[in-house]
């Protein structure tokens, strides 16, 4: 039985004992403890397996998202102005609080301990010379969270397998709705090429000196039109289908880079591939009804349904969903559809 992710320590030697079987060759980072772990005991790991990951004090750079902003500014990209709550002192203009620290382990907050690990995903928003409660956000967050200026804007996807700073490949995709109405992963996305985009995030990987997968979120700005970071996840992506669809195939292309056949990778895909993941768009439906945002108007929920219907028509295609194999869909839907509704109700 393999323990629960958040169970650090135990799901740490579960995984090692799982790189030590004879028929494993390399680890793909899928949950946000993975990264960490194969970083923190990079030696360990490596005894049994070859792996691709950037070391503990990148991904520690990466996993404060204050550190990221600031990267994001050496590397000449533009970002939005990010601050710790206790800081914070300008509430004239829309700004959203979310934690520092996406995953909390012993090596970024004192309040976990070294065997255990916490998700943070709250997002608060906060219009311009709206009330909040510092201290009860603080609270719920369990860390000192960072307050970003509001970027109003559509949503976009880097997804990128990087060596030792230079991209080796990369994949983009524009987000057209997000598994809350606020904004969130992709459940429905469409692949894109824009250069602009591309030059922003080889920038940003290029000063990280970053190594491995990397999945970096943009808003482009509505008024400057500015593709703008907002978070850099190391691993691989809820989208992932989309991006396997339309050609960039990262799960055979991180096994080669890992066992040192990055020459073998030939990057490429095709623009205009649309997905949907079917359990993240009921999550999408759930937030309608569940949640209320001063920045973001909610949609109609009938005029949503017609969207996502009519979107699914017209794009066929489905994270999981396969005719001549439904099981994994159905399993996985049932099991994920619950998650979303119990965590959001």
Not at 242 to 250: I, L, S, V
């Amino acid at each position: 039985m393999i323990p629960p992710s958040w169970e650090l320590g135990a799901y740490k030697d579960t995984l090692l004992g799982l790189a030590a079987r004879p028929d494993v060759r390399t680890i793909i980072p899928h949950r946000p403890q993975e990264p960490y772990l194969l970083a923190k005991y990079h030696d360990q790991f490596s005894e049994y397996v070859d792996l691709a990951v950037p070391s503990l004090e990148t991904l520690t750079r990466v996993h404060d998202r204050k550190r990221l902003m600031e990267a994001a500014a050496d590397a000449g990209v533009p970002a939005p102005r990010t601050e710790l709550l206790d800081d914070a002192a300008d509430w004239n203009t829309d700004r959203i609080i979310k934690a520092r620290y996406n995953l909390l382990v012993d090596d970024y907050v004192e309040s976990v301990g070294p065997d255990e690990s916490q998700i943070v995903k709250h997002v608060e928003h906060v219009s311009a010379d709206e009330s909040h409660d510092s201290a009860a956000i603080r609270e719920q967050m369990n860390h000192t969270p960072i307050v970003q200026a509001y970027v109003d804007g559509p949503e976009y996807m880097i997804g990128a397998l990087c060596e030792h700073g230079e991209t080796v490949a990369m994949y983009q995709h524009r987000q057209i709705r997000g598994d809350s109405h606020t904004g969130g992963g992709g459940v429905y996305r469409e692949t894109v090429k824009n250069p602009e985009l591309e030059a922003n995030a080889r920038a940003l990987l290029e000063t990280l000196e970053w190594h491995g997968l990397a999945c970096i979120e943009y808003v482009r700005d509505a008024d400057t039109g500015a593709f703008k970071p907002i978070e850099l996840n190391p691993r691989m992506w809820q989208s992932l289908a989309c991006a396997t669809r339309a050609g960039a195939d990262f799960p055979v292309w991180y096994w080669l880079q890992a066992t040192g056949r990055s020459e073998q990778i030939e990057p490429g895909y095709d623009a205009g591939v649309g997905t949907h993941y079917l359990g993240g768009e009921l999550q999408h439906i759930v937030s309608i009804a569940r949640e209320r945002s001063s920045l973001v108007e909610t949609p109609s929920l009938t005029g949503r349904l017609r969207e996502i219907l009519k979107s699914c028509y017209e794009c066929p295609a489905f994270d999981y969903l396969h005719a001549d194999d439904p099981s994994p869909f159905l399993r996985q839907t049932h099991t994920g559809s619950i998650k979303a509704i119990t965590r959001r109700l």
